[in-house]
């Protein structure tokens, strides 16, 4: 069996070492990807950026040495164009030669992932703005990144941007960020928990512009000087960063009869089936069902990639395996502060009607003659009909957020409360309270509902 994989990063490159594991000699695996290396891990961009580590070859995770060791071909620098469905062919190039490629499967895989979408504005091919999501784009802004560089504006307040505004930020730069939403990591979690994360980024001078979005880019000599606010504020800027939303690499399939929705992100069923038969797809692409209601979300998520990748494998290989879903877990930290959610915010739980109300507990996280006790907070929206827990968020200090990891099963398991109403969690004075932060709120859940 031949398997062409389109896209050699986190979900194709997983799915290729998986299924090069389970199949050995049975399956030949060639994967095209359009840029010089495989397998870049860009969660670490923001944090190159900011100098937390200096080799950036290091977010590379293998190499197409190593990958060819295992026995799986990877053509670096090939881009594919076009795939012709009925005869199992995909087109493209060599973006170095130019010369045109044709090569046939036996079943194909797409794992083209998705780019950072740039500001649709003129100017916005200057040279001082950037959309980061590759390791040349994240290596020129830290060789650029000098003492003339006095003001960074980041575009988008989503946990990308916001890693940003703390990198730059670390770095002595003046940043502002520009979110047209009411509040940064809109959808994400509540207001009073995104209130908290604004007081923070305030509180470590980053400048925020909420309820208003960037209406012009004042460019001299290809670079970008000031940039006018819908408010009509000008601000004056040295680095722009677009970290506004993303759109899945699809374009050359658009006029194909492969479903995707408007945005681009191909449909797959939970074994990552495509509606063309022997054509898959996995990663940021597809849309993730969300366990929680069935809904199709668009969720890039290095996480979910690598569990689709081994999930196609094992599809791939015969096995009766699938995909389970998502639930939009996201961990974060933005300078001293870390936050955590998973599952329904209440916004989205009021919005799909659901009978659902919401309780909040603010302790602090370890025994108060332990030295350093900081404060915890968690929000859990629960669903007053059903018993269930819908969704967490939790806002705190020295590892506060790992606590979401006690959420995450009970509600992807849609367990009932009551049947967590003496869970057996850990306390020793360094760690926790006799009465932690989670089992108060399990506490007080249980109470509510009796
Ligand atoms: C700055 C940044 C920070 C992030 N931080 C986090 C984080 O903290 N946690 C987290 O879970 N996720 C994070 N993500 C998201 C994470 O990087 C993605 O979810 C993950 O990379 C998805 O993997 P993928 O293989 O689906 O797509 P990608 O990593 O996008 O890989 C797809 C590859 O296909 C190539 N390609 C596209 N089209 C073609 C074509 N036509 N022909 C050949 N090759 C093609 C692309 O160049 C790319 O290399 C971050 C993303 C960015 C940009």
Same mark, same amino acid.
């Given at each position: 069996m031949k398997v062409i994989i389109i896209g050699g990063a986190t979900a194709g490159m997983t799915t290729a070492s998986k299924l090069k594991r389970n199949l050995k000699d049975k399956v030949e695996i060639v994967a095209y990807q359009n +840029? =010089?290396?495989? =397998? +870049? #891990?860009?969660? #670490?961009i923001p944090y190159y950026i900011g100098k937390n580590f200096d080799e950036a070859n290091i977010m590379i995770a293998r190499t197409v040495e190593k990958f060819s060791e295992e026995g799986i071909t990877v053509h670096t620098n090939y881009e594919i164009t076009d795939v012709d469905f009925p005869n199992k062919t995909v087109k493209g190039i060599n +973006?170095?030669?130019k010369e045109p490629i044709e090569d046939h499967y036996d079943k194909l895989v797409i794992a083209v992932g998705g780019s950072l979408d740039k500001l649709n504005l003129p100017g916005n091919d200057a040279h001082n703005i950037y959309a980061p999501a590759t390791l040349e784009a994240a290596v020129k802004i830290r060789e650029e990144l000098t003492d003339k560089i006095k003001t960074v504006v980041v575009v988008g307040g989503g946990p990308i941007g916001l890693e940003f505004c703390e990198n730059f930020a670390r770095n002595d730069k003046r940043v502002v960020l520009i979110e047209e939403q009411d509040q940064v990591l809109k959808d994400l979690v509540d207001p009073e928990i995104a209130e908290a994360v604004q007081m923070e980024l305030e509180r470590k001078s980053v400048e925020l512009k909420l309820n208003t979005k960037v209406k012009k880019l004042h460019v001299k000599n290809k670079m970008i000087n000031q940039i006018e606010l819908a408010t009509g504020e000008l601000l004056d800027v040295d680095l722009v960063i677009c970290a506004l939303g993303f759109t899945p690499n699809t374009q050359f399939l658009a006029d194909s009869e492969i479903s995707m929705n408007p945005q681009g992100s191909i449909v797959v069923n939970d074994q990552l089936e495509t509606n063309i038969p022997d054509v898959y797809a996995v990663g940021d692409c597809v849309l993730a069902k969300n366990i929680i209601d069935g809904s199709l979300m668009q969720i890039p998520s290095s996480t979910i990639s690598i569990k689709q990748g081994k999930v196609l494998a094992n599809v791939l290989t015969g096995k009766d395996d699938y995909f389970q879903g998502a639930m939009g877990t996201m961990i974060l930290q933005i300078f001293d502060l870390e936050i955590a959610r998973t599952g329904f915010t209440e916004e989205y739980a009021k919005k799909m009607s659901y009978l659902y109300d919401t309780i909040t507990v603010s302790t602090k996280d370890h025994t108060a003659y332990v030295k350093g006790a900081k404060p915890v907070t968690i929000k859990v929206v629960y669903d007053t009909k059903e018993q269930i827990i819908l969704g967490a968020q939790i806002l705190g200090y020295h590892r506060a957020a790992m606590r979401i990891n006690v959420f995450i099963p009970l509600i992807w398991s849609k367990t009932k409360i009551s049947d967590v109403k003496h869970l057996d969690l850990p306390y020793s004075p360094p760690f926790s309270r006799p009465m932690d932060a989670v089992t108060i709120i399990l506490n007080k859940l249980n109470a509510e509902l009796e």
């Open positions: +840029l =010089s290396y495989p =397998s +870049l #891990g860009r969660c #670490g +973006l170095m030669t």
